[in-house]
């Protein structure tokens, strides 16, 4: 059953998602016919075209990936730290020390240990 666009690549951000989109018509029985470039899907040419589509997508997520892992390795090798910041948790003992023995305030604690005061609330509310 063809189906008729505007222009295919109306309908994907990229050639990946533009792919994604052909695979799962097929797979539906829907071939895909441009109404204003030569792409159809119903015609060997077409499938062929499809075909090439999906390598140079897969060479676009492989050079993406590339890159990514590059600029990773790069910031590391600055010595910049990756990921997620690091939880406050590990500080929730140093918290209640310094609340209950040595009478600073939640104010007081989260400057000193460079935490911000709600999560200074919160671990002393966690430890009730």
């Known amino acids: 059953m063809p189906s008729s666009s505007g222009g295919w ?37 077409g499938r062929a075209l499809a075909s090439m589509l999906a390598v140079f997508a897969e060479f676009e997520r492989e ?7 590059a600029g990773i390795a790069q910031a590391q090798s600055k010595g910049r730290t990756l990921g997620r910041p690091v939880s406050v948790a590990n500080k929730a003992v140093e918290v209640r020390s310094l609340y209950r ?9 989260a400057r000193n240990l460079g935490i911000s005061r709600t999560s200074v ?7 009730r």
């Open 9 to 45: 690549t109306a309908g994907g951000r990229s050639l990946a998602d533009l792919i994604l989109t052909l695979k799962k018509l097929t797979e539906l029985g829907i071939d895909f016919v441009s109404l204003t470039e030569a792409f159809d899907t119903t015609t060997p040419t």
């Open 63 to 69: 050079i993406l990936s590339e890159r990514v892992k």
């Open 101 to 109: 023995k040595d009478k600073l305030t939640k104010s007081e604690i």
């Open 121 to 127: 609330r919160r671990l002393l509310q966690t430890s």
